[in-house]
């Protein structure tokens, strides 16, 4: 397993702003990924972080509109740009072993809400 | 596309009781995972079945991989309030080595 932590837990924010959410992991990592989750639903994948390489995003999200770093096999960003209220959701990070059985830990979460 | 199918949605019992929510696909699965979610908390990991036909208990949980490994179930017997919570199956694809297709959740309440 994987001790994952994200800052920061929760965030109100103004429409137009911008907001990084942190990932941290306690060891390193192949895969990290970014999920967003309404309150009560299920996961949503935004895009695949790969250390050393531009994140690989899914469709119906862009990297100008979530820019993701990936620095190191700890730690990673995840940037919601020009926010709307539609993106007030939930922010996920996870890790995977990249193996067969793949198996993802999950972060806390991030609560955000945007006004 | 590989859709995951959950069921039920939505489950109010009263303690005591016995449910089963299932996943359903078409697809096979190299792997499926059972995770629980708390409010406020990120999805934790229940347990991973690998093999078709596999069935793993955990106390009062059953997990169960269907023998062409496109299904899953999860049994809880004699269910506890402290298992409420909202339940994701998420399926590793064939043929991929990382992605998750995701099951739209069960949201759980254990009455006392």
């Known amino acids: 397993s994987a001790v994952i932590s994200q800052k920061p837990s929760r965030d109100i924010c103004q429409r137009g702003t911008s907001l990084t959410i942190q990932c941290q992991v306690d060891s390193q990592v192949t895969m990290m990924f970014w999920y967003r989750q309404q309150p009560g639903q299920s996961l949503t994948l935004i895009a695949t972080a790969n250390q050393g390489s531009e994140a690989t995003y899914e469709s119906g999200f862009v990297i100008d509109k979530f820019p993701i770093s990936r620095p190191n096999l700890t730690f990673s960003t995840l940037t919601v740009s020009n926010m709307s209220p539609e993106d007030s959701s939930i922010y996920l990070c996870s890790v995977g072993r990249g193996r067969g059985t793949d198996t993802q830990y999950f972060g806390p979460g991030t609560r955000l809400t945007v006004l | 596309t590989q859709l995951l199918e959950q069921s039920p949605q939505f489950l109010s019992i009263q303690e005591g009781e016995n449910l089963t929510v299932y996943c359903n696909s078409s697809?096979?699965?190299?792997?499926l995972q059972w995770y629980r979610q708390e409010p406020g908390e990120g999805p934790v990991l229940l347990v991973t079945?690998?093999?078709g036909g596999e069935v793993k208990k955990l106390k009062r949980l059953t997990f169960q991989f269907g023998d062409a490994r496109k299904d899953s179930s999860l049994h809880i017997t004699a269910a506890q309030t402290g298992d409420t919570g909202l339940y994701l199956c998420?399926?590793?694809?064939?043929?991929?080595?990382?992605?998750?297709?995701w099951g739209a959740g069960t949201k759980l309440i254990i009455k006392p």
């Open positions: 697809s096979v699965f190299s792997s």
């Open positions: 079945v690998v093999t």
């Open positions: 998420a399926g590793a694809r064939a043929d991929s080595n990382y992605q998750l297709i």
